[in-house]
């Protein structure tokens, strides 16, 4: 799968500084799917392959506010598909892996957790989510578009936010979410079509 994850490296109009963030290359075509919330708004978009070589993407198009969701484009032929497993099969206590780019120095990580919940519900920026994958695979910042796969190396679930604290300021460990693949692969192939 670590083939098939990519560094996503963008730069806002006005900020300082490299936002860092992960994404799935999805067919030969060189299409990758990644969150929508770390390539909009963006002057640049810069894909690092996992053999480091660096090419220039386009934002081909995004479903947001709807699901977070955004298909770039690079090179055809630069990095394999990853397969997409069946996300509706997911069983509580399933072992999963998530792969990605945390912290902006990790390239190509790998923690491994369980499935803890299915069908959860939860609100991101203001958008309602009611079938997001809950996982105790450790998520950083810069995991977000990434891949979460199960162990036969098939992508189940994209990464997209992490609990921290409570409402009351409590810290809190373990709470991952990640939009179910087949969601994903859909929106991206009404994107792309």
Same mark, same amino acid.
């Given at each position: 799968?670590?083939?098939?994850?990519?560094?996503?490296?963008?730069?806002?109009?006005?900020?300082?500084?490299?936002?860092?963030?992960?994404?799935?290359?999805?067919?030969?075509?060189?299409?990758?799917?990644?969150?929508?919330?770390?390539?909009?708004?963006?002057?640049?978009?810069?894909?690092?392959?996992?053999?480091?070589?660096?090419?220039?993407?386009?934002?081909?198009?995004?479903?947001?506010?709807?699901?977070?969701?955004?298909?770039?484009?690079?090179?055809?032929?630069?990095?394999?598909?990853?397969?997409?497993?069946?996300?509706?099969?997911?069983? +509580?206590?399933? *072992?999963?892996? #998530?792969?990605? $780019?945390?912290? @902006?120095?990790? &390239?190509?990580?790998?923690? =491994? %957790?369980?499935?803890?919940?299915?069908?959860?519900?939860?609100?991101?920026?203001?958008?309602?989510?009611?079938? +997001?994958?809950? *996982?105790?695979? #450790?998520?950083? $910042?810069?995991? @977000?578009?990434? &891949?979460?796969?199960?162990? =036969? %190396?098939?992508?189940?679930?994209?990464?997209?936010?992490?609990?921290?604290?409570?409402?009351?300021?409590?810290?809190?460990?373990?709470?991952?979410? #990640?939009?179910?693949?087949?969601?994903?692969?859909?929106?991206?192939?009404?994107?792309?079509?």
């Amino acid at each position: 799968a670590r083939a098939s994850v990519v560094r996503i490296e963008s730069r806002r109009r006005g900020e300082p500084g490299v936002d860092v963030g992960s994404g799935v290359v999805i067919d030969g075509d060189g299409h990758i799917v990644t969150n929508a919330h770390g390539v909009l708004g963006t002057d640049s978009l810069r894909i690092f392959m996992p053999d480091g070589v660096e090419q220039q993407a386009i934002l081909i198009g995004h479903d947001a506010p709807f699901t977070d969701v955004a298909v770039l484009q690079v090179a055809p032929g630069a990095a394999p598909p990853l397969d997409a497993g069946d996300s509706d099969a997911v069983r +509580l206590g399933e *072992t999963v892996v #998530a792969v990605g $780019n945390p912290l @902006s120095e990790f &390239a190509g990580s790998v923690s =491994a %957790g369980v499935i803890s919940g299915t069908g959860r519900s939860r609100t991101f920026d203001g958008v309602r989510y009611t079938d +997001l994958l809950q *996982t105790a695979a #450790a998520l950083n $910042n810069g995991n @977000s578009g990434g &891949a979460l796969v199960n162990l =036969a %190396g098939q992508f189940i679930g994209m990464p997209t936010a992490v609990l921290r604290e409570t409402a009351s300021g409590l810290p809190v460990e373990g709470i991952g979410f #990640a939009i179910p693949a087949n969601r994903v692969m859909t929106v991206a192939r009404a994107i792309i079509v």
